[in-house]
């Protein structure tokens, strides 16, 4: 059976994709920061939930002991916002520095803790999801400081890693997930989650090596730098 790894996964989009992908078939070891969530509801014997903090070390360490065999999909969906700062002034040092602490280091530290068991003959896949805010070319209005940073950050690493990752059959999709309504992206959103998470789910499925590091939207337009 298929194995993925998902954080952030006790609700809004990483929610959705433990539920999508158990529904296919896959073996999901599911990460939760504080609390179960949407995982308490969810019966399913391969559904395996942990506790996990992608700011620290030695929860990761204990998470990855947990996993079982190779990964074959890690979905790197773990995430905060910052604030919506509207204007330099308001910028808060210690939380800008904990927002790229989070949606920054959090993902390299898991491919970093994973990638013994993500090397083989057959491709992994890892997702980053990112946002269409961690453009530069797109930032049109500013503020969001040290979220844009954060995702624009979290693209770069990702494109460096590829370079080295590739020689081990690894490969890697930067998804922008759309404004969703989720607790995150409110109501007033107008992508639903069934809509992103299913267009980002059959871009996956076709994903190949020879698109490692591509940002992508999730209903398949390409975005830029």
């Not at 989070?102 to 946002?131: E, F, Q």
């Not at 797109?138 to 950050?153: E, F, L, V």
Request: negative net charge; charged residues 25%; aromatic residues 8%.
């Amino acid at each position: 059976m298929r194995v993925a790894v998902i954080t952030g996964a006790n609700r809004g989009i990483g929610n959705y994709w433990v539920v999508q992908l158990l529904e296919r078939g896959w073996v999901v070891y599911a990460g939760y920061k504080e609390n179960l969530g949407g995982l308490e509801i969810i019966e399913n014997e391969n559904l395996i939930a942990l506790q996990l903090d992608v700011t620290s070390a030695e929860s990761i360490g204990k998470f990855v002991e947990s996993v079982d065999g190779n990964v074959d999909l890690l979905i790197n969906n773990a995430g905060v916002p910052d604030g919506r700062w509207r204007s330099l002034t308001e910028i808060d040092d210690d939380w800008a520095l904990e927002v790229l602490n989070i949606n920054s280091l959090g993902p390299v530290r898991m491919v970093k803790a994973l990638y013994p068991k993500m090397v083989g003959l057959d491709l992994t896949k890892i997702v980053m999801i990112s946002s269409l805010m961690g453009s530069i070319d797109d930032c049109h209005m500013g503020k969001s400081y040290a979220y844009r940073a954060s995702k624009t950050a979290l693209n770069m690493f990702t494109v460096a890693m590829k370079k080295e990752c590739i020689e081990d059959n690894i490969s890697f999709i930067i998804f922008h997930p759309g404004w969703v309504k989720t607790r995150m992206g409110g109501d007033r959103a107008p992508v639903e989650i069934e809509d992103s998470v299913g267009g980002m789910m059959q871009i996956l499925e076709n994903h190949t090596i020879e698109d490692s590091g591509v940002f992508i939207q999730y209903d398949g337009q390409k975005i830029k730098w």
